[in-house]
């Protein structure tokens, strides 16, 4: 029986099938495609409706279980409650609309951040990992003995808005102060960058700065790294993990980034206090897609599915 992850993202969506009975070093069948440019659900779920129509298969193999990666919030039943890069999506039923498409598979849906630390946990061979992900947001995830924490059925880690400065912090696009994706995100990087400038700063023009090791630059940058390690810290006290993870476009781009966030992670470490190793993120951009398979396995969740074996 085979297996099939899906990563949908704001922009594009990308799919991926673990067929049974493959030989173990066969390259499972993968396709990426984007979004309609019109944005509206009922395209977008007909383009998605026409590649999940084009799986490689046959009638003796159907797809039986299937793990989804979704940035999008949801509600108790399962529902889009919001998605701001896809607002006609409020309201979907996204799990209802693939057994449409696939009739008779189980589906499981979680956050894209939850499965790429997943991913990473599997990638590491660490059952107690925490990862975060800076890129335009804040996105990650914990996993402890090897299951997405807090889980599937309650809701996802929000780990870019773990508090760091509630009092004199940035406004977060969630409507508080203080969240460590207002501080430490590329985003939130640029639009203080541009404001301290008094014109628009891009990050080709940001990476440039730090490159040449200009002040204001490597201000800005030292300033995103120590409110991710707080937050970093803060994870750490409460789930003891024995690794955590830094990845994502903007960490992974900005010279040295890491060793700044290691600094003052280091800085901040208490007497018996935990003390994971910071590492990056050993996978690249489709680390959640990566989850989204292991999710269709079963693998990371609670009640593991074993349709299929």
């Known amino acids: 029986m085979s297996r099939l992850g899906i990563d949908i993202g704001g922009t594009k969506v990308a799919l991926r099938l673990e067929r049974s009975g493959a030989a173990i070093d066969a390259r499972p069948w993968q396709k990426v495609f984007p979004w309609p440019e019109s944005g509206g659900v009922a395209a977008d779920l007909a383009a998605l409706g026409k590649s999940?129509?084009?799986?490689?298969?046959?009638?003796?193999?159907?797809?039986?279980?299937?793990?989804?990666?979704?940035?999008?919030a949801l509600d108790t039943e399962g529902r889009v409650r919001g998605w701001p890069n896809r607002p006609t999506w409020q309201g979907l039923d996204l799990s209802r609309q693939l057994e449409a498409f696939l009739p008779g598979a189980r589906i499981r849906v979680a956050d894209d951040?939850?499965?790429?630390?997943?991913?990473?946990?599997?990638?590491?061979?660490?059952?107690?990992?925490?990862?975060?992900?800076?890129?335009?947001?804040?996105?990650?995830?914990?996993?402890?003995?090897?299951?997405?924490?807090?889980?599937?059925?309650?809701?996802s880690c929000e780990v870019g808005h773990v508090i760091v400065d509630h009092r004199a912090g940035e406004p977060c696009d969630c409507g508080r102060r203080g969240c460590v994706q207002s501080l430490s995100s590329g985003r939130a990087v640029l639009r203080r960058a541009s404001r301290l400038r008094g014109e628009q700063v891009d990050f080709p023009a940001l990476l440039a700065a730090c490159s040449a090791t200009t002040p204001w630059a490597t201000t800005l940058i030292d300033e995103s790294a120590s409110a991710l390690a707080a937050a970093a810290t803060s994870l750490a006290e409460l789930t003891h993990p024995d690794i955590i993870t830094i990845g994502g476009g903007f960490a992974t781009s900005v010279p040295g980034y890491l060793t700044r966030v290691t600094t003052h992670f280091t800085s901040l470490h208490r007497p018996n206090g935990p003390t994971p190793e910071l590492r990056p993120a050993a996978l690249g951009a489709l680390s959640s897609l990566?989850?989204?398979?292991?999710?269709?396995?079963?693998?990371?969740?609670?009640?593991?599915?074993?349709?299929?074996?």
């Open 113 to 155: 951040g939850d499965l790429a630390a997943l991913a990473e946990a599997r990638a590491a061979g660490c059952r107690d990992l925490v990862h975060l992900g800076v890129g335009t947001g804040i996105g990650g995830g914990v996993v402890l003995d090897g299951v997405m924490r807090p889980g599937t059925a309650r809701g």
């Open 52 to 72: 999940l129509a084009e799986l490689p298969g046959s009638a003796g193999d159907p797809v039986t279980s299937v793990g989804v990666a979704l940035p999008a």
């Open 290 to 309: 990566d989850g989204a398979l292991l999710l269709a396995r079963g693998v990371g969740v609670s009640t593991p599915d074993t349709a299929g074996g």
